[in-house]
């Protein structure tokens, strides 16, 4: 998959003027790297119970965070009393927290540990069916569970291709390139030269990973409901569908009770997403990442600001109804 949203306070590191790191940013650096190496030697059993503890520190410290899940939260299930609001807000930024240490397992357990971390694979008859037609396979991998994960596992049995934007903390890019690419699977850029490396995978009747659930910049989307609110939506799918004929299949980790592992499911997609229409595409790619997160909606990451581009929004003004939207009020 594509790089994700960030984590929070870890997304967060700042780069000077220069483009060069600080000493302090260089530390803060090779300490997520050794967490990294050391949450690689751990179960994930023990892994869901640290985040546990330290979920309470991180909701906390991270207001941020806290404030987007619950406006987010509410935005998507506004019939939920405040304090069943919260509480789902309290579960799934524990989540994010495991996804946080679970990184170091998906980049540096030994493959078979990871391999058999995942207990139960549901609807790969789906991808197997596309590419017995000779087709390739363009897989929707929202933000639920461990999306790692999920790279992780289709590098392990089929010839990959997604686009890989590099971290905020630049130092830290080498790490993840290395991690996400130890499989198998090809990283290419958010660039028109990556997308033509996307359309070849395709044509060669391989699997290309797509986020359906980032913002992407604008000209690079359309607006299409999401939990009955416009949000700016990718069009990339539309265009690979249109040109490739390849077959769609939404996929996603789920973490398993008490961290005991993950199982994975592939999912049949809204049918609008083979649509050529951009909008109408768009909307069956919002119903896909729906259909996910309905499985157990804590585990998708409410805290990224979903709904930050708004339909009126002035390109020149970036995020003028945004910090309404997400502004200190909302808690």
């Known amino acids: 998959m ?55 520190l991180y909701t906390l410290l991270a207001r941020r965070e806290r404030r987007v899940t619950r406006v987010n939260l509410r935005r998507a299930y506004p019939e939920l009393a405040d304090a069943d609001n919260r509480h789902l807000s309290r579960q799934s930024l524990r989540h994010s927290v495991a996804m946080i240490l679970e990184l170091g397992f998906s980049w540096y357990a030994e493959p078979p540990r990871v391999a058999g971390a995942i207990h139960r694979v549901h609807g790969r008859e789906l991808l197997d069916e596309a590419r017995a037609e000779g087709r390739g396979v363009i897989v929707l991998g929202p933000h639920f569970g461990n999306w790692e994960l999920l790279n992780f596992w289709l590098a392990e049995h089929f010839p990959i291709t997604a686009m890989y934007e590099p971290p905020k903390m630049s130092a830290l890019g080498p790490l993840i390139r290395q991690g996400r690419q130890r499989n198998g699977a090809t990283l290419v850029p958010t660039t028109s030269r990556g997308v033509a490396s996307l359309l070849r995978a395709l044509r060669r009747g391989e699997v290309v990973g797509i986020l359906p659930d ?41 973490r398993l009770p008490d961290g005991s592992g993950f199982e994975l499911h592939f999912l049949p997609v809204d049918e609008r997403v083979y ?14 990442v729906e259909a996910a997160i309905a499985l157990d909606p804590a585990q998708y990451q409410w805290e990224y600001k979903r709904w930050r581009k708004t339909p009126g929004q002035q390109h020149d003004e970036p995020g003028w109804r945004e910090r309404k939207l997400y502004s200190r009020r909302h808690r």
């Open 214 to 254: 980032q913002v992407p910049d604008w000209g690079s989307g359309v607006f299409a409901d999401f939990f009955g609110h416009p949000a700016y939506t990718v069009t990339l799918l539309s265009g690979l569908v249109s040109r490739t004929q390849a077959r769609v299949v939404t996929g996603f980790t789920r």
């Open 2 to 56: 594509a790089a994700g949203h960030g984590f929070g306070i870890l997304g967060r590191c700042p780069i000077n003027r220069d483009g060069f790191m600080t000493l302090t940013e260089r530390l803060q650096t090779r300490t997520i790297a050794t967490l990294w190496r050391l949450c690689g030697s751990c179960s994930t059993r023990t892994l869901w119970r640290l985040a546990g503890v330290l979920a309470p």
């Open 275 to 288: 649509d050529p229409d951009e909008a109408t595409s768009a909307a069956g790619v919002n119903a896909c």
